[in-house]
């Protein structure tokens, strides 16, 4: 270890955005559309008081493809925070078109690896969940425990090699919660 650098200690669940905390809303920015899953906030809240760090991890290529502006995108964001109430430590977005894709870009590390070294994470304690198989990859990647939520395109990605599958954030929480780590 370099001197000034610390050990990483921090536990963080890693969480995609569309899809597993709120409705898949596909390229959109209707801010009438963002619709929280159901008992997200709560599990988010439950997570935190047991001292996991929240940290939100998202490809948002309809930047790129000018389906939206950044500035739409924050106001989705806003949106969503106020209807989960907080519980949400930190967020990484990646903007890129997949055909122009850098190591940012899930199932690229990149974020997750920005996420770690700016805030201390091991990521070998941490979890992952997400409802497409690029979170799966991601996760599995970067050293994670990975869950793949069956909300949004989760049912398609059943074969994706996650650590486990979960109806939606709810029971992806419990797991973790449940979870000797």
């Known amino acids: 270890m370099d001197e000034g650098e610390t050990a990483a200690t921090r536990r963080a669940v890693f969480l995609d955005r569309d899809g597993t905390l709120m409705n898949e809303m596909h390229f959109s920015a209707d801010l009438s559309k963002v619709r929280a899953i159901a008992g997200a906030g709560q599990s988010l809240a439950k997570l935190r008081r047991h ?3 929240n940290v939100i991890i998202t490809n948002q290529s309809g930047i790129a493809r000018g389906c939206f502006t950044v500035d739409e995108y924050e106001a989705v964001n806003a949106e969503l ?3 989960l109430g907080g519980g949400i430590d930190a967020v990484y977005f990646c903007p890129e078109h997949p055909e122009n894709a850098t190591v940012r870009r899930k199932p690229g590390t990149g974020m997750l690896e920005e996420a770690k070294r700016d805030h201390q994470i091991a990521v070998e304690k941490s979890w992952f969940i ?5 979170d799966v990859l991601c996760g599995r990647r970067a050293g994670c425990k990975t869950i793949l939520v069956l909300t949004g395109y989760g049912k398609n990605y059943r074969d994706s090699g996650p650590h486990f599958i979960a109806k939606d954030i709810v029971e ?4 973790v919660l449940a979870a000797k780590m």
């Open 172 to 175: 992806a929480a419990e797991i």
């Open 81 to 83: 925070f106020r209807q």
């Open 51 to 53: 001292g996991w760090f």
């Open 130 to 134: 997400g409802d497409k198989d690029t």
